[in-house]
């Protein structure tokens, strides 16, 4: 069975850091490229950061650059987002998703409808 499973949202105070965890099962994850995304409430799902294992290429929202970081861990079948310097406007349901079709690189990385597989995310809150 094909799965994406994230982790590690929760609630943290506005400086605070947090690492989330997108768990692949039923295929491998590296062979895919894998987005994460957010959305808060009466917003659009916005592109936080990607990568593509083609090239090791990484792409990162201009919000979050310098605060956040992609990382692979092949032997887990796992991406994970590490979120340092956070602050409330990034709070939201955060969600992992593979692009089959190798599409989502350049400028076109955060285009959500390129992704074709979703997990079902992880709440993050930032709060004092």
């Known amino acids: 069975q094909v799965q994406l499973v994230e982790s590690g949202g929760g609630l943290v105070q506005p400086g605070g850091s947090l690492r989330l965890s997108c768990a692949a099962s039923?295929?491998?994850?590296?062979?895919?490229?894998v987005g994460w995304f957010r959305q808060a409430p009466g917003k659009e799902r916005e592109g936080v950061s990607s990568?593509?294992?083609?090239?090791?290429?990484?792409y990162y929202a201009d919000s979050v650059k310098g605060r956040f970081s992609i990382s692979r861990d092949r032997a887990k079948n796992t991406v994970f987002l590490q979120m340092d310097y956070l602050t409330p406007e990034d709070a939201g349901m955060y969600y992992c998703a593979i692009d089959y079709h190798d599409l989502a690189y350049g400028t076109g990385w955060s285009s959500v409808d390129l992704y074709d597989f979703w997990g079902q995310g992880t709440q993050v809150t930032v709060s004092s």
């Open positions: 990568v593509r294992p083609r090239d090791g290429s990484t």
């Open positions: 039923g295929f491998t994850l590296d062979n895919f490229i």
